[in-house]
DNA sequence: GAGTCAGGTGTACGGCGTACACCTGAGCTA
DNA sequence: TAGCTCAGGTGTACGCCGTACACCTGACTC
């Protein structure tokens, strides 16, 4: 009945699985029942290599941020910190799963630690405090991770815009003035209408990089 | 059987008895079948007050988000925008479940979108163009619904740190000397060892409030 | 007095995570 | 070689979830 010698599942082998299925059917797609399926393999079979899903998702998390790569070693603290932004952000439109799955795993992964303790280090060596580091981290927070916390549209794999009827969209507009007048200036500057996404993110973390330089330069310290 | 003319349900009723229940028993207690019961009444009948469960989320969201309270009219504009995110904070310490919440619904909500017209108000009567004012607010993100992106501990209701024992605690400094430099930079400065969550998140919002006003000083414009 | 209809009911389906008891076969030891 | 251990896969079952669909009921209308 069995394949002869099917060899044995492992943990790595079900995270990249999980990954896999992620990738092609959503991060809603992945439950221990339709990954198990996809391994050949009855739903139980999985917890002798995972704790249980908050696991199995920590674990998808680490694998992928373990393969982050890494920014030359002679570049400066601001260019190391950025490339390695813009890396996780890589990852992220590879795996746009990735976000969801941050943002619901609670298990600490070294990895996530390694990615954290590498940003830190670019600080350090260029001679940030430790102080102005903490908070420094806590002010780029999500930014880090290569995504924007994003205050308007929460969920970013949702419907794209229901086609509003123009009637509609006048009242809209007449309520919230400001922000009818926000999208207004958008599209005039980008008549392809929707948000620079790469630009936003990039005007964010600059500012805070800006910041941080600035700070670090005038000795700050907390409180 | 049933009480003489209990009187019938609406929606408002449903949105805030689902506070209720989500204040008591926290966000993940709040399903269809608990409120429900709750309310002594069978889970289909919420569906005629509500389309589904998203639009039970979203709609507890508009509610909460809809009494936060309006600054003076006379104040500057960034005293004004401050005010209001320190509102949202302070309603998010009242129901700590509105971060679940805002990250979890999809609908837009009037009074979601009203804070967020309200922010942009604020700054568009200062002056700032609304290119400006667009990126500003991308880069504030969550902030201006009162938490920041929390790149550390993504789930703040978790384990509160399981008690890590001397040895393990040594291996992980070695691992990430950089992360355990921050604890101990920030437990000698503040022996009750937590972050000071205040502290951290006015950091962020004073950086980027100072940043859009030399931006806005400086007539930065986009690209 | 018949019709409409808002609002509450009952049953059912298909999904989920996972506890628990069990089986199986490879590898070791006596 | 006989028996043991034990890692790894199985099967069944439970309790939860959201919600589709058909139904009932009582108030209000023409």
Known sequence: MVEPHRSPLNRARVLEAAIALADEAGPDALSMRSLS???????????????????????????????????????????SVRYRVHAARAALERHPWLRSGILQATRQSPAVLAHLD????DLARAGFSYDLIHYGMHALGHR???????????????????????AQLAALAAAFPHV???????????????????????????LLLDAMERLHAAGWVSR
Do not use: Q
Request: charged residues 20%.
């Open 118 to 121: 590498a940003v830190a280090g």
């Open 180 to 206: 009818a007048s926000i999208a207004a200036d958008s599209t005039a500057r980008n008549p392809a209408g929707a948000c620079d996404d790469d630009a936003e993110f990039d005007f964010g973390l600059e």
């Open 37 to 79: 399926a996809r391994l050949g393999v009855v739903p139980m079979a999985l917890y002798k290599h995972v704790a249980d899903k908050d696991d199995l998702v920590s674990g998808v998390i680490d694998t992928v941020v373990s393969r982050y790569p890494a920014p030359d070693a002679g570049l400066g603290w601001r260019e």
């Open 144 to 166: 880090v991770w290569g995504f924007a916390p994003e205050a308007f549209s929460p969920a970013p794999g949702a419907a794209p815009a229901p086609a509003p009827d123009p």
